[in-house]
């Protein structure tokens, strides 16, 4: 029988390193967080690469953009205060995406 669970790689990036992976240095991967869980969304670079439609989400926490559905810099954070059941049902869907398109390369961890 297949597993629901979603598998996260060993990668573990305080949000300081995870802004590292903004796309700036071609060189590094591309990552983006979603409550906590970081994709490499390399593979998508027209999007979230610089110049594209979504770079804002670049080396950042994105839970509040995307439940909100706001593309701005002030909301790349973890904070869901306000969030209504709709909005954070758009949140689910927007992780299920990620999920199943990149897939879970690692998480956030704390500032050591």
């Known amino acids: 029988m297949a597993s629901t669970a979603t598998t996260v790689g060993s990668l573990r990036l305080t949000l300081a390193e995870l802004a590292q992976y903004d796309g700036q240095d071609a060189s590094k991967p591309l990552y ?3 409550r906590g869980k970081i994709y490499d969304v390399t593979a998508g670079k027209t999007f ?5 439609p979504y770079a804002v989400f670049a080396g950042k ?10 593309v701005t810099p002030e ?7 306000g969030a209504t059941e709709a ?13 199943q398109k990149y897939g879970a390369a690692g998480l956030l961890v704390a500032q050591q």
């Open 75 to 81: 909301d790349c954070n973890d904070d869901l205060a």
């Open 61 to 70: 926490e994105c839970a509040r953009a995307l439940a909100f559905m706001k």
């Open 32 to 34: 983006i967080s979603v």
């Open 87 to 99: 909005q954070l049902k758009t949140l689910a869907d927007w992780e299920a995406k990620f999920d």
């Open 48 to 52: 979230y690469g610089p110049g594209g």
